[in-house]
């Protein structure tokens, strides 16, 4: 009986031949797209990092002047460094509470004070010779080290050639001044730094 009956054809949903097509247009977009996606999140992790470690040295400065003595902040290079200030014995005549607290949060007894700065996935390369490197500004806010102009490159862990970012700390009156870097992070030299105007 039901064999004379017409049959229906299905309009609801997409065909396997079409969900492969749209499933291979997708994996073409991705592959095109994660690789630059990552790089911006490597530049933005970059710029987030030097402008916090600018922050630093420009608050050091400050409190160096408004407080009427040295204070000098432990910038280690390599990857995940720890900046914090320095301790009298590090740098003589600096104050070790000369960085107010940027996160009480950081507080947790794993013996940070609430003045270090953690910069994850981050590399410095400086040219500072101090064991600590440290970089300090006298009551006068010039810097502690006249020898040479001071730089710092700041690189990611994840992508170490896309973005490098320095901070330049002049020798004389102790202007900071944050670039560019074009070149290679070891050694680094002013040269290589191109200044952002302010």
């Given at each position: ?6 049959r ?32 911006y ?89 101090a ?18 102009n001071t ?43 191109r200044?952002?105007?302010?």
């Amino acid at each position: 009986m039901n064999a004379h009956l017409p049959r229906r054809q299905s309009i609801d949903g997409f065909t396997l031949t079409e969900l492969l097509v749209l499933v291979i247009i997708v994996g073409i977009l991705s592959a095109l797209a994660v690789p630059n996606l990552l790089g911006y999140f490597s530049r933005t992790q970059v710029d987030a990092g030097a402008e916090a470690l600018e922050g630093v040295l420009r608050q050091a400065q400050r409190e160096a002047i408004r407080r009427s003595q040295t204070c000098a902040v432990v910038i280690p290079t390599g990857a995940n460094p720890v900046v914090r200030t320095a301790t009298n014995t590090e740098v003589a005549g600096s104050n070790e509470n000369c960085l107010p607290a940027r996160n009480l949060s950081q507080q947790t007894g794993s013996g940070q004070q609430a003045a270090d700065l953690t910069l994850r996935n981050i590399r410095i390369d400086s040219n500072l010779t101090a064991n600590p490197p440290t970089v300090g500004f006298t009551f006068k806010g010039t810097p502690t080290n006249v020898a040479a102009n001071t730089v710092l490159v700041i690189s990611s862990t994840r992508s170490p050639t896309s973005g490098r970012r320095c901070i330049v700390v002049s020798d004389l009156l102790g202007l900071i001044r944050a670039g560019n870097y074009n070149g290679t992070p070891t050694n680094p030299t002013e040269a290589n730094c191109r200044i952002r105007p302010q």
